[in-house]
């Protein structure tokens, strides 16, 4: 191999790790950084662990405003088994959970929506008796 062939073999290789730092730069900035976070109220309608190489939790809210009206479904991602756990316990129930969205993700493999869910509580049935 040439002098000339050796030297655009490197600059090739120092792109690509460049860019290979530049996504992985991105990609912490993307799951770091807080775009929005709220709370949502409602029934976890669906909760399963998928994927074949990175395994997420993925789950679907049902948010009831009023008897009668349509449903909305919001569906989120947790990353924290110990949360997973508390959503099983709590399938059925009325719940509220506290979300935080990051906007941008570049894969798939960090979790399916851009909300990932950090806590859920149990709301008690509220009667007017």
């Known amino acids: 191999m040439n002098a000339y062939a050796l030297r655009a073999l490197k600059y090739l290789l120092g792109l690509m790790l460049f860019a290979l730092c530049l996504l992985a730069f991105y990609t912490w900035g993307s799951l770091t950084w807080v775009y929005s976070s709220g709370e949502r109220a409602g029934y976890v309608q669906k909760f399963s ?50 979300y935080k969205e990051h906007k941008g993700i570049p894969s798939t493999c960090f979790g399916e929506t851009a909300y990932f869910v950090e806590n859920i509580q149990v709301l008690q049935n509220q009667s007017n008796d």
């Open 49 to 98: 662990n998928k994927g074949y190489l990175c395994k997420t939790w993925e789950g679907e809210l049902i948010l009831v405003s009023m008897p009668g009206t349509q449903a909305e479904k919001f569906q989120f991602t947790v990353r924290d088994d110990n949360v997973a756990k508390k959503i099983n316990a709590s399938m059925g129930k009325r719940v509220k959970i506290d």
